[in-house]
């Protein structure tokens, strides 16, 4: 079994092709998996092949881009597809509507990839719940420390402090953000926060149909609508549009928006600027891994090369960007189970005293006394330390027994 890169994630099992995400030209998959449903990720509703999402996803992008999808097979949060000798089970991403993980269990390993996650609860979404696994793909938008994100409670209280105060003041307050995901948690927080009528642009309110479907009740009106133009026109109410659209603003407008970004950059040309994310900063990410324990991280999107290198040297986990890995093989034959084992037994002897840490750099250089490569003694180690045998201490980078 392999997993890479390859204009998408792609896991080559002994049976079948499976690729999540794929970006770009259309290509030929035994199996395609789309993990929710923002332009970046949804190239593969375009292909002749037979492509999974949550029904949520499917919908979503058909308002979005006005096209129907064929071949497509609905998926269900916690329910298995099994396919031949392996299984794919969807569960929560916490992104926005219908935005999945997968999780894959294989004969030889279990992989997750994590798709674009949020790890808090919101207004509109359920957080993301960590999944165990040997081998974790996960995304790294925000994976920098740079980005610690304050708490959401406090930032709707802002938002809805400023929103208010605006109008107050004789202004409409108009959102800039994006139309799927942001857009709905806008909207919902006006309506839990305020009395202001919320008017919304044309994709943003096919967008809301979709989320009311599903048991997301959103208050507001659509702007091409003759109650909309009205509401618009009065200018007592709050106008959510489209990150880059060309909508025509109302009189007097205070435009605002609503980003991740915002916790480190200055934003420009607004009158008030949110650290609002629909993804899982850098503190987030890291405690995901802590609890997925992987015996290695892929990292991909985003910060990837920043955090793959924070997380080896923070846990001694195994990690490296999945754009660098080309297609790496994953543990699994029984050949190599059988020398984890063995080779797990000669670490335990060079590790006799409870207690005290052994420097990773000194085991690795008695393994190869014993004929073992550097490679061979990391993977014997991540096994050990994933089973409980032994803990990895980061800042004296080494291991004890546990």
Known sequence: MTVGWHEGILVSTREEQVCFDPQGRKKEFDKIFISHSHNDHTAAFTYDAVKYATA????????????????????????????????????????????????????????????????????????????????????????????AFPKREEVYVEIAEWVVDTATNGRTPVFEVYSVGKAQEIVALINYFTELPVVVSPTISRVNEVHKRFGTELQSVDTDSPEGRDILEEGNCCYIVSAGSQQDLPKNPARATATGWAAKFRLGNYDGVFPLSSHADFSQLVSYIEEAKPSIVYTCYGQDETFSTYITKRTGIRSLPLKNAGTMPLLGSEKEQRGIKSGAEKVLDLMAMPGFVYHEKWIIERMQASGLGAPETKKILDHMRRKGIISYEGDLKGYRLT
């Open 56 to 147: 949520e996803t499917e919908q979503i992008f058909e308002v979005r881009c006005g096209r129907g999808v064929r071949g497509f097979r609905a998926v269900e949060y916690d329910r298995a597809l099994k396919f031949g000798s392996f299984e794919v089970i969807p569960r929560n991403a916490g992104h926005i509507l219908g935005s999945t993980q997968f999780e894959m269990h294989t004969p030889e390993e279990n992989i997750v990839y994590t798709g674009d996650i949020n790890c808090v609860d919101t207004l509109t979404t359920r957080a993301a719940t960590p999944i165990e696994c040997d081998t974790l793909i996960i995304e790294t938008t925000y994976g920098n420390p740079a980005f």
